[in-house]
């Protein structure tokens, strides 16, 4: 069996670590950072299927997710839809499912080097899933943090402002803890002030702003990521990229760890036939982006079209005038982007 070298160990990388490790497949996982830690993202998924955690020998560590069934939107400080979930979003901390994962990695016997950021050289057997593209230039800004007192109602909430969006989760199933998690454009933000708070307040959500002033906020939850861009990261093409290094779904979907975890289902078998000898590296490199590029082109596409409507002024009052005369078509979307 030949060996596998996985760098990055988010979501795609440990959970192709796991189904290859079920296979007999020695692998490798380079991780730049270490385990547990807070990582911007909603945390829930949306889209994920039984049989694709079933594949990649992960439904055990889903076992006891929360289910989301139901969301609630607002435009600036007016709620303007309410619908249930086509299918129930899995909800779990980062800081849980990242460290779940890299324990059923070790326990399968996967060797993980931490603290150890490769470069994105190609070569045979190396399989790159180390995350976004860094493009300084980008004016995105994402920002998350774990917050008490903040009441959902067990709902998905998610908030649209000038240019932003912003999900509130909850994490407990009770909901005493709460998500917050939004992508913005970058600004100024007050020496000693809770950023979340201030690019709240820069996007026209004063009645969310003053939520979360008085909620408490776990100040070693939060963190912040820049300098990307969503969509096709642009890999290049004897590199085999999965996850984010391959595109980046818009994160109002709540479908990129879904993609995550696809992408290494739709790697797995082409990968098992280049370990065992039946198929060379480039066959299999090749065969594997086709595979994602039938699997995500269309999603994404629509994806990002939704996403420039809700950042520019005209889209949001066409989305603003479809919800609340009642024709937005919210489960056809929901089924189309997961
Ligand atoms: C604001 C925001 C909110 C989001 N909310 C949601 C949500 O609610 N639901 C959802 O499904 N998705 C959400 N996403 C997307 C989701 O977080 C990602 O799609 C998912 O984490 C991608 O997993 P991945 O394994 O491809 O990459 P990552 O999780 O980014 O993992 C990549 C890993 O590679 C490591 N690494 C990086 N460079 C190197 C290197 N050179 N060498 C070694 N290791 C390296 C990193 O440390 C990291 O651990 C959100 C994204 C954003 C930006």
């Not at 980062?94 to 324990?103: A, F, G």
């Not at 912040?224 to 093409?237: P, V, Y």
């Not at 065969?287 to 079209?305: C, K, N, Q, W």
Request: net charge neutral; charged share 25%.
């Amino acid at each position: 069996m030949k060996k596998i070298e996985i760098v990055g160990g988010g979501l795609a990388g440990l959970s192709l670590g796991i189904a290859l490790r079920r296979f007999g497949i020695p692998v490798l996982l380079r991780e730049a950072s270490t385990y547990p830690r807070h990582r911007v993202c909603g945390e829930f998924i949306n889209g994920v299927t039984e049989n694709t955690l079933e594949v990649l020998g992960i439904s055990q560590v889903f076992s006891d997710a929360l289910r989301h069934r139901s969301t609630r939107w607002w435009m600036g400080d007016r709620q303007i839809f309410e619908a249930p979930l086509s299918r129930p979003a899995l909800g779990m901390s980062r800081w849980e499912m990242d460290e779940r994962l890299r324990c059923v990695f070790e326990e399968e016997g996967g060797v993980l080097k931490t603290n150890d950021r490769a470069k994105p050289v190609p070569r045979e057997g190396l399989v790159w899933a180390a995350g976004r593209h860094l493009e300084r230039e980008s004016q995105l800004l994402g920002l998350k943090a774990h917050f008490e007192g903040l009441n959902v109602d067990g709902y998905l909430e998610m908030h649209i402002g000038e240019g932003s969006y912003i999900g509130l989760t909850p994490i407990t199933p009770d909901g005493s803890r709460v998500n917050v998690c939004g992508l913005f454009r970058k600004g100024k933000f007050r020496q000693g002030g809770n950023p979340i708070v201030d690019a709240l307040r820069q996007s026209g959500l004063e009645a969310l702003g003053d939520r979360l002033d008085s909620a408490s906020m776990d100040p070693g939850s939060l963190t912040g990521i820049s300098g990307f861009h969503l969509g096709s990261q642009g890999g290049k093409s004897d590199l085999c990229t999965l996850g984010d290094a391959e595109r980046m779904i818009p994160p109002f979907t709540g479908n990129g760890m879904s993609m995550a975890f696809e992408s290494a289902e739709c790697a797995l078998s082409h990968l098992l036939h280049y370990s065992s000898g039946d198929l060379s590296w480039a066959e299999a490199n090749e065969r594997i982006r086709h595979s994602l590029d039938e699997r995500f082109r269309s999603r994404v596409r629509l994806a990002l079209g939704l996403h420039r409507c809700l950042t520019n002024a005209v889209g949001r009052a066409i989305l603003r005038s479809a919800a609340c005369a009642g024709v937005l078509p919210f489960s056809w979307l929901h089924q189309k982007l997961s």
